[in-house]
Every structure is written in C-alpha cells, then in structure tokens.
C-alpha cells in the first residue's frame, strides 16, 4: 500500500510546493510510481508541472466534493511514472460547502482510498493555511513532510503546527507522524541558520533531514518553465539536493531493489 506524504506548513513561502514537486518527481526518476496531488486552491503545483489552469478539468475540488474519483482526475506529466491530481482556484469554495457535510475531514482520505494499491508515495502539496482543506490532506496522509527556513520566526511557527499535529491525532489520524523536517532555501554560511539548525536538531532529534535544500536559481526557475528541476537542469544544486532528499525518505520505506540505483535517479532527465 502507498505511503501518503502531506507537505505542510501553516506558514507561506518556506518551499511547500516547490517540495511537493521535486519531491514527487525525484521519487518518479527513481522508477517509483508516485502520484502528486494539488490540495492547493493556487494550483502552483500544478502549473509547476506544466498544467495550464483548467476550470473545466476534473481536480482536487472533485475528490473532495465526491464527484469524481481519483482514476478520473489523474493526469499524465513528463515524467514517466509521475501522475498529477490537478488544483484550481474553485476549491476555495470547499471550505465553504464542506462545513456541513458528513465525514467533512475525511472526505480526501475515502477518495484516495481506491487508488493507494496503484502509487509507492503518494504527495500532497497543502495550502498555507491550517483551514478544513490541509485538515483534509493531514487526516488522509501517514505522515507529514515539514519544509521550513532556518529563520527566527520559522522556529516561532512551529509549536502552533505540533499542536495541529496533535489534535489531529486525537481526533482523526491517530497514526499521522512526522516524516521529517527538511531546511530548504538554506544559506549554511551565515550563523542564523547554524543556530536555527542546532535548535531543530535538539527539538526533531532524527526527525530533522539530513539533506538540506540550498539556495538556487536554477530550483527557483523551473516553475516558471512547467517542470521539475531535475528535468530543467538535472545538474543543479537544487535538483541533486532533492533527489538525495528522495533517496533518504525511500531508504527509510522501500526495500533497496524496489527503486532504481542512485546513479539512475536522474535518468528522465
């Protein structure tokens, strides 16, 4: 059965999606069948695998309001063993309409319920926001992948997502755990970002990445261009650090025969 990942964050602009992404097609490079769903009513995922923004296409909204099943909505990318569940702007309007319904939280996790046979990982880009559609994400996923900067206020934010994490477990997910903290946009030459990792590192214990995600241009491009930056420049900081990134989550997760060598991982490149 797939494993389900939630990237989350309640605080913007730490790497979600840019995550999500290069998570999800790193784990794809290394011939595991993964599939990325856009949970994000901004749909930056979904553009950022080339997905021109689509309000007549099956997505996310449809899962989530019963109307569709995951097999309808999956959509093919580049990558030959990466599939996209597309986002739009409509599902703003599910946290509407979601308020008074049945299962309310769990609505994600029956609708991807059919389909975890059929994916190794299964990655879940969340909106910024602790609102019912990353409730959603969070009740469905195993575990939650915590991008953050090694910033001050990042350390602030963190103690409101652990008591997220918490109620959500006694409420709905008893079995959620963490799946690691990953730095990401990370300058490790300046002292903040020592002191910011000393104090994740005392806080998450193992549960902090051993891979950290740089700063770069190249990482910060590819959207812009529709693609993964392992297909728009394989060789970059970015696209190598994520890639290492997949190959420690698979490491903790899949037998070693059950993805490809490290030295094939970035072979759709």
């Not at 991008?147 to 994490?165: N, R």
Request: some cysteine; overall charge negative.
């Amino acid at each position: 059965m797939g494993r389900i990942i939630a990237v989350a964050n309640q605080k913007g602009g730490v790497g979600k999606t840019t995550t999500a992404i290069n998570l999800a097609a790193s784990f794809a490079a290394a011939e595991v069948n993964t599939l990325l769903v856009d949970c994000d009513p901004q749909s930056n995922a979904t553009s950022g695998l080339g997905l021109v923004r689509d309000p007549e296409r099956i997505s996310t909204y449809h899962l989530l309001m019963g109307a569709a099943s995951p097999e309808q909505a999956v959509q093919p990318t580049e990558i030959e063993q990466l599939w996209l569940v597309p986002a739009h702007k409509n599902m703003i309007g599910a946290n509407i309409e979601l308020v008074d319904t049945e299962r309310r939280e769990f609505r994600l996790r029956d609708a991807l319920s059919s389909c975890r046979e059929r994916y190794q990982f299964i990655v879940l880009d969340c909106p910024p926001a602790l609102d019912l559609l990353t409730l959603n994400a969070l009740v469905a996923a195993d575990a939650v992948l915590i991008p953050m900067q090694a910033e001050y206020f990042a350390l602030e934010g963190i103690s409101e997502l652990m008591d997220t994490l918490e109620r959500i477990r006694g409420s709905f997910n008893p079995e959620l755990t963490i799946e690691g903290v990953v730095l990401t946009m990370l300058d490790e030459r300046t002292n903040l970002a020592q002191q910011v990792m000393a104090e994740l590192k005392r806080f998450f214990g193992e549960k902090l990445c051993e891979t950290t995600i740089p700063r770069n241009i190249r990482l910060a491009e590819a959207p812009s261009h529709g693609r993964p930056a392992l297909l728009y420049d394989p060789r970059s900081k970015g696209a190598e650090s994520y890639i290492r990134l997949a190959k420690e989550i698979i490491a903790h997760h899949l037998p070693v025969e059950a993805a490809a060598p490290v030295q094939e991982m970035d072979k759709t490149a």
